[in-house]
């Protein structure tokens, strides 16, 4: 048996490959755009994923204001944060958040999809969010991406 066949390849910065995508968020289901978002981040689409590894994508998300939400959810589902302090207890509702920073309902759906570590914290930078159809990294080429279409 040629055991040099079998090597496992573990991917490491210098070997990754990264590029741009942009993703069309109009008519799109949140969580459903953001789990696949948050593979894109991650590179478990890539054949030489590596779990310890920055091995994803840079993802840019536009038209966020334009996301669906099923059920009763855009008044249900509330966003909770703390400020601190004793009783600094603060919600928004999602049709609330959605009136002040768009972008922000699909930054926190994608954020709680990535791993809760430095690597997650560095994933999360690859993400750009913009509220309408325009964004700033067109010098960089992003290849458009229709999520209907993967499997």
Excluded at 11 to 26: M, P, S
Excluded at 80 to 88: E, K, N, Q
Excluded at 97 to 105: I, Y
């Amino acid at each position: 048996m040629d055991t040099l066949s079998y090597k496992t390849v573990s991917a490491n910065k210098a070997t990754v490959t990264k590029e741009w995508l942009h993703v069309d968020a109009e008519g799109q289901t949140l969580g459903r755009l953001a789990s696949e978002v948050a593979k894109l981040l991650r590179g478990k689409h890539k054949p030489n994923f590596t779990p310890h590894v920055d091995c994803g994508d840079n993802v840019i998300i536009t038209n966020a204001e334009k996301i669906n939400l099923t059920g009763n959810k855009w008044e249900n589902k509330t966003y909770i944060r703390h400020t601190g302090y004793p009783g600094g207890q603060r919600s928004l509702t999602a049709t609330e958040l959605r009136s002040k920073k768009p972008e922000r309902v699909i930054e926190k759906a994608v954020k709680g999809m990535l791993p809760k570590n430095k690597l997650g914290a560095e994933l999360f930078r690859n993400l750009k969010v913009y509220a309408g159809a325009t964004h700033d990294q067109e010098a960089q080429k992003p290849r458009t991406i229709n999520l209907n279409d993967i499997k």
